[in-house]
């Protein structure tokens, strides 16, 4: 069983700020921190376009200079009254390789009084890694963070072997605002990565920066995907492929006219499509993984003690999601204590990852409890099918939404589109078995953790055994827990028997 982290053990929440610099927007965005869990509570960005002109002039674009320092005069009062300590401001690629980088972030400093450390190329390859890691830690393969005058390619192995390259490839490195020149682009890209193709060769590609998650919310219009999540939506090398060379050849105006992209992206996504097919080529990309976590996470992950970095995000984040309600902890543990070895008697649906999914299932036990019960099942599945919780593919996260609906009703399945396109005839059933698990332990206990100690659910042939502990056995009577164990044993079609 996962290693308990109660409010015996539990730091308490706090807030972090992070401030960042890039070539094209100047961002804060405010989190609280729950353990190895991160939620993303304010976020405001501004498209100053810091590094447009810099091919060009070797210089930061005057405009995109006013813009950035009104932003972080803003960004500042907003912060007013926070320690120094809770507060990390960084830049980028632009202000980096910029002859009046340095001047920029002094006038920065005056104006504003912030401090803003300017990363190494090799520093930002390593924190968009160490971002990936944050939102996906058994991520393996190759990460690439395209920013507007940069990318990095990184390859993944673990947190303290991270190797990566900074190139010089980002839209407004290769000209834009100008229209795309498939040719003369094509012939640049394929120049900086002619002797990386070994290196960072991979099967796995993961993703990273606003513009390729404006890539894959237009491959999902374009399938009619249900589930409207960017973190960790995945693209075969087919349609990945099919998708950029569609996006190259639009013009302005084309893109203009397709619903959802974002208007400050349309002069740098055929630049950003482009290089996106051409590492699928030269890395032998076949599959391509959108992570919604960056530099600016990395970083968090970074300044982590070891033994939280340790700590699994999904359980983590489940926890802290029913804790914010004020709800003890204490009865996801049990609730796991009891259920964990009946489940891993099972055939796995998930492989390895099932008795993480049960963990963080039980953790999510009481996500209703303060909803009213008529429409508790509807929206305990709407909160987690959207919930920004890390650590977990959508297969995954649709799971544990639909466990949470059957937690709270005996109907077979949501109505929900998302269910039947991405989950599997026996992954549903799954997640219909452990949702009625979870709601006989909860309605069975009364929600007392210790009493389900004095209670066993086992397989003996084809029956589902509920038992008790000698001078226990009135905790087994009563038409409920009659239904509810009815439930789950239909659940898991077998016949049930109560002693």
């Known amino acids: 069983m996962w290693p308990r982290g109660d409010s015996a053990g539990r730091a308490e929440g706090r807030q972090a700020a992070v401030i960042d610099v890039g070539s094209n927007s100047v961002r804060l965005v405010i989190y609280r921190v729950d353990g190895r869990a991160l939620w993303t509570i304010y976020n405001e960005k501004v498209v100053a376009g810091l590094g447009r002109d810099l091919p060009a002039t070797g210089r930061l674009n005057p405009s995109g200079v006013e813009a950035a320092i009104s932003a972080l005069r803003r960004f500042r009062s907003v912060l007013d009254g926070w320690r120094a300590d809770e507060v990390t401001a960084a830049a980028t690629a632009a202000v980096r390789e910029a002859a009046d980088g340095k001047a920029f972030l002094k006038r920065v400093e005056v104006e504003t009084g912030l401090q803003v450390r300017i990363l190494s190329g090799e520093e930002e390859a390593r924190y968009a890694a160490l971002g990936v890691i944050c939102g996906q830690p058994d991520a393996e393969g190759v990460v690439g963070d395209l920013g507007g005058s940069s990318l990095e390619l990184v390859r993944l192995n673990g947190m303290a072997h991270i190797e990566g390259v900074t190139l010089p490839l980002g839209p407004f490195s290769l000209g834009a605002p100008k229209p795309l020149n498939v ?3 094509q012939r640049v890209v394929d120049g900086n990565l002619a002797t990386l193709g070994n290196r960072y060769a991979s099967p796995e590609f993961h993703a990273v920066g606003g513009a390729w998650r404006n890539l894959a919310l237009l491959h999902m219009q374009l399938a009619d995907y249900p589930l409207h999540v960017a973190h960790q939506y995945e693209i075969g090398r087919a349609d990945a492929l099919d998708l950029v060379r569609f996006v190259q050849r639009q013009s302005r105006s084309s893109l203009e006219g397709i619903e959802g992209l974002s208007k400050k992206r349309f002069d740098t996504l055929p630049y950003s499509a482009l290089v996106l097919e051409r590492l699928i080529e030269r890395l032998g990309v076949e599959r391509m993984i959108v992570s919604a976590y960056g ?165 003996k042939g084809d029956r589902l055994a509920l038992s008790a502990l000698a001078g226990w056995e009135d905790m087994l009577l009563g038409e409920q827990t009659a239904r509810r164990s009815q439930s789950l044993a239909q659940a898991l079609k077998l016949k049930l028997e109560i002693s």
């Open 295 to 459: 530099v600016r996470e990395g970083m968090l992950l970074e300044a982590m003690p070891p033994e939280v970095r340790q700590l699994d995000p999904l359980i983590e984040g489940c926890e802290a999601l029913t804790a914010q309600r004020g709800i003890s902890p204490a009865l996801g543990y049990a609730l796991e204590a009891w259920i964990a070895p009946l489940f891993e008697k099972l055939p796995a649906v998930f492989a390895d990852r099932d008795p993480v999914l049960t963990a963080a299932a039980c953790r999510l036990a009481d996500l209703g409890a303060r909803l009213h019960p008529d429409h508790r099942a509807d929206l305990a599945f709407e909160q987690v099918v959207r919930a920004p919780l890390a650590g977990m593919t959508h297969p995954e996260r649709v799971f544990l939404a639909s466990v949470a609906f059957s937690r709270h009703t005996a109907t077979p399945q949501p109505p929900d589109a998302s269910v039947t396109r991405v989950l599997s005839p026996e992954r549903r059933q799954r997640a219909r078995a452990l949702g009625s698990a979870i709601r006989l332990g909860c309605d069975l206990s009364g929600h007392n953790p210790r009493l389900l100690e004095k209670s066993s659910l086992r397989v």
């Open 183 to 185: 040719e003369r682009t």
